[in-house]
């Protein structure tokens, strides 16, 4: 399975995985691939993979997407190309990848208080055992049915200003708590700043985004 090696404002590179045909890069949670920089549009790029290769597309983005220091509409990517995308630089790996995806270091990042993302037992490292996988399904819009993977240790969504909450995932599973901003949703009842356990279609509302949290 291909991966992209991407490194964010010099930070260290991470490798994330293919994992489907279709996988789209911006700044909006909904993508595949998110990277909270104000140079990435909403919905930036779109990678496809085919039978012989991997197509990168740019989405009308504002700032454009570039290979090898050229902008394109299109175009069959390989090993040897350098992709740009804002200040993303962004290599094609054969190969499973070794990584988490993509955490931005890009100063819009607001960083997850501890109370809310994790409970005190989560401030060592991740664990390394066996944790399901998840992910959230977006609901009752236009782009209904999309899905995001859940494999950082703490994941961000909602809109900054309006509302944010945290998904942590640990030993124990996934918790959902508020960051800031309006009322969380779980199931209709409001999430607090106390973490709390999400299970497999959970129903989550923030800023007015429907989502629902699926396990593997």
């Given at each position: 399975m291909p991966s992209l090696l991407i490194t964010l404002d010099g930070a260290a590179a991470q490798e994330v995985g293919l994992l489907h045909p279709r996988t789209t890069l911006g700044r909006r949670t909904y993508n595949d691939i998110v990277v909270d920089h104000l140079a990435v549009s909403g919905e930036h790029a779109l990678f496809v993979l085919h039978p012989d290769g991997v197509e990168l597309i740019d989405l009308h983005s504002t700032n454009g997407t570039y290979v090898n220091g050229r902008s394109i509409d299109a175009l069959r990517i390989g090993p040897a190309d350098l992709i740009e995308i804002g200040r993303c630089q962004i290599r094609l790996v054969e190969g499973d990848p070794v990584a988490q995806p993509l955490q931005s270091a890009a100063a819009e990042v607001r960083p997850t208080p501890p109370?809310?993302?994790?409970?005190?037992?989560?401030?060592?490292?991740?664990?390394?055992?066996?944790?399901?996988?998840?992910?959230?399904?977006?609901?009752?819009?236009?782009?209904?049915?999309?899905?995001?993977?859940?494999?950082?240790?703490?994941?961000?969504?909602?809109?900054?200003?309006?509302?944010?909450?945290?998904?942590?995932?640990?030993?124990?599973?996934?918790?959902?708590?508020?960051?800031?901003?309006?009322?969380?949703l779980l199931n209709g009842a409001p999430v607090t700043e106390a973490p709390v356990a999400l299970a497999h279609l959970d129903q989550i509302v923030v800023a007015g985004i429907e989502l629902q949290f699926l396990l593997d």
């Open positions: 109370t809310a993302a994790r409970a005190p037992s989560d401030d060592a490292a991740p664990a390394t055992g066996p944790i399901a996988r998840a992910r959230l399904r977006l609901l009752g819009t236009a782009a209904a049915g999309k899905e995001m993977a859940l494999l950082k240790p703490h994941t961000t969504v909602g809109k900054p200003g309006v509302a944010v909450a945290a998904i942590a995932r640990n030993a124990s599973g996934y918790t959902l708590a508020r960051v800031e901003g309006s009322a969380v």
